[in-house]
C-alpha cells in the first residue's frame, strides 16, 4: 500500500540519519561544517532492511516454501487492496502457479493439509501471520482451518530480493514481476 510505502521510506531515512549520528558520536566519522546524510548512507540501511531474518528465511526455503511465499506475494500484489487470503485461495494459486511453471522441483503443489502444516512454522518466523474469524494473528481461533485467513509480512519485492540467487529465482522472477529498487 502506499501509506506503508511511505512509512518505509521515512523508517529509512530515520535509520539513515540515526546512523550518521551514531558513526559521529563514536568517531568513526569525521565531522563536517553541517550533519549530512548521504545516498550512501541511505544505500546501506537499505542493505540492513533487507537482511533481516525474515529474508535469511526465504532465501534459505525449500521449493514448497518458496512456492507457498511466492504465491502469496503474487495474490497481495494483484489485489492490493486486501490483505489477506484463505487457505483455499492460496492452495489455489500454488496449484496454478506450479503447474503453470512446469518445474518438477514443484510439482505436485502441496494439498490443503500440508499448506495447513507449513504454517506454523511460518507464523513463527514472522513471514506469516495467521487469523481466524475469532482468533487473533498466529493462533487458531475456535472457528477451524476453514476461516483462516493468511498474510504475508513481507512486500512482493522482499521475496524477490530473498529469493535472487537461489534456485527459486526463476520462480520469484516469472511471478513476481514488480521493480526492485
Request: hydrophobic share 35%; glycine share 10%; net charge neutral.
Amino acid at each position: 500500500s502506499e501509506s506503508g510505502d511511505i512509512r518505509k521510506l521515512f523508517h529509512l531515512c530515520k535509520v539513515s540519519a540515526e546512523t550518521v549520528v551514531h558513526e559521529l558520536e563514536s568517531g568513526k566519522r569525521k565531522p563536517h561544517s553541517r550533519l549530512l546524510v548521504g545516498i550512501g548512507d541511505i544505500q546501506n540501511a537499505s542493505r540492513c532492511m533487507f537482511n533481516t531474518l525474515k529474508h535469511v528465511a526465504v532465501s534459505h526455503a525449500t521449493s514448497l516454501e518458496a512456492l507457498l511465499y511466492v504465491s502469496l506475494a503474487s495474490l497481495k500484489y494483484r489485489f492490493s487492496g486486501r490483505a489477506g487470503f484463505t487457505v483455499d485461495e492460496v492452495v489455489t494459486k500454488m496449484e496454478g502457479v506450479a503447474s503453470a511453471f512446469g518445474n518438477s522441483r514443484y510439482i505436485p503443489s502441496p494439498t490443503y493439509h500440508e499448506v495447513l502444516g507449513m504454517l506454523t512454522g511460518q507464523g513463527e518466523a514472522g513471514i506469516i501471520a495467521l487469523q481466524t474469524t475469532n482468533g487473533t494473528h498466529g493462533f487458531y481461533g475456535t472457528c477451524g482451518t476453514s476461516n483462516t485467513t493468511m498474510y504475508l509480512l513481507m512486500d512482493d519485492h522482499e521475496v524477490r530480493r530473498a529469493l535472487n540467487g537461489t534456485p527459486h529465482q526463476a520462480l520469484a522472477d516469472k511471478y513476481l514481476e514488480t521493480e526492485m529498487f
